[in-house]
């Protein structure tokens, strides 16, 4: 059964359930449980026990067993077809990151059986890790360029572009992207986008050229476009020049030291309210809960990417309410990450400490 905007579902692989509010992509559906809290799930991982029409009204199960018992296609002599729904996708600017302020856009070929990589065919697909839309076109060949795709993508998300044939790999060495990025409201304009690339069709035969990623559950090549707004150009070497800086005489550079950036140990978050907000006048529990459990998502998102990163968040005591809201937070939304009671000597009892992975 197909999951739609207002059904109600239970979880297959988990405790509860709730109504389906929106998707977030074409695989994972927000669902808000009875507290009211919304949590990310797969689609594959919910069951309808509820189902409802294009109109949000509850399905008549008896009409719809009705329906089932009516003659086959096949019986009537007539073609069947094949009913399929595609999941709709919709952006909403309350999804902003900041991070996606900055953009970020891959294009990725995802193979279909990492196993067979001399015969399996790709997926192409392009990422869109921002808060803006893009349009876009995507061409192939150095002279005599060949429209491959022409389309939008929507923010933080991804689109497949095609499915390419194994023979047909050796048409993508050279590929050329332009694009420009908006937004739907006031936004910080981005210049527009011309960017070539160059692809040794050999990579495709590698390995080690499909890597584990944070976009795709299969490894897969990542080709960056444009990563915190610096667009990767393949610049072209004039053989002039090159000529020319081979015939002078090399002069001694002075090494430079470079200063890596050092990511602190461990990050700690202070989660009490009155570290939040300057003041709680007219607010309730709930609505300060909120604002805390904001605070949480808004630090893990930041750092998902950092590996092993450590952080302590400090909720006190208290009557536990925000405690068990962060452990079933991260027990749902945060599976992959590690978490355990922070240090008693140095938070007592009230902070939990979480490890990205």
Excluded at 88 to 101: I, L, S, V
Excluded at 126 to 136: E, M, R, T
Excluded at 275 to 302: C, I, P, W
């Amino acid at each position: 059964m197909n999951v739609k905007v207002g059904d109600t579902v239970r979880f297959l692989n988990a405790v509860g359930g709730g109504v389906v509010t929106r998707f977030q992509g074409k695989d994972v559906v927000m669902v808000e449980e009875p507290d009211g809290f919304e949590i990310p799930v797969l689609v594959r991982e919910v069951v309808v026990v509820q189902p409802t029409n294009q109109y949000n009204f509850p399905v008549d199960e008896s009409k719809e067993k009705r329906t089932h018992d009516a003659p086959k296609a096949e019986e009537r002599d007539e073609p069947e077809e094949e009913d399929i729904t595609e999941p709709e996708y919709t952006w909403h600017e309350r999804e902003e990151t900041p991070d996606g302020e900055q953009l970020s856009l891959y294009l990725a070929f995802v193979p279909k059986d990492i196993k067979q990589l001399q015969t399996t065919d790709m997926e192409l697909y392009l990422v869109n890790d921002s808060n803006y839309f893009l349009q876009f076109a995507l061409y192939s060949g150095e002279r005599s360029a060949v429209v491959r795709c022409q389309n939008m993508i929507e923010p933080q998300t991804k689109l497949r572009l095609e499915t390419v044939n194994k023979l047909a790999l050796n048409g993508f060495e050279h590929l050329r992207f332009q694009a420009f990025a908006y937004k739907r409201i006031a936004f910080t304009a981005k210049p527009a986008m011309d960017i070539s690339l160059r692809i040794n069709p050999v990579k495709f035969y590698k390995l080690h050229s499909f890597r584990e990623n944070d976009f795709f559950y299969e490894p897969a090549m990542m080709l960056t476009l444009v990563e915190s707004d610096v667009m990767n150009l393949d610049m072209e070497i004039d053989p002039h020049l090159l000529q020319k800086s081979i015939m002078q005489k090399d002069i001694p550079q002075k090494p430079v030291k470079v200063q890596k950036k050092v990511r602190p140990e461990i990050i700690e978050v202070d989660l009490h309210i009155g570290e939040l907000l300057d003041s709680t006048a007219g607010l309730s529990n709930y609505d300060m809960l909120k604002v805390q459990l904001d605070k949480f998502h808004e630090v893990m998102r930041t750092n998902l990417k950092h590996k092993g990163q450590k952080i302590v968040f400090i909720h006190g005591k208290g009557e536990g309410v925000l405690r068990a809201e962060i452990e079933k937070q991260l027990k749902s939304r945060y599976r992959h990450c590690e978490y355990q009671d922070a240090s008693f000597q140095q938070y007592g009892f009230g902070a939990t400490q979480v490890t990205i992975r």
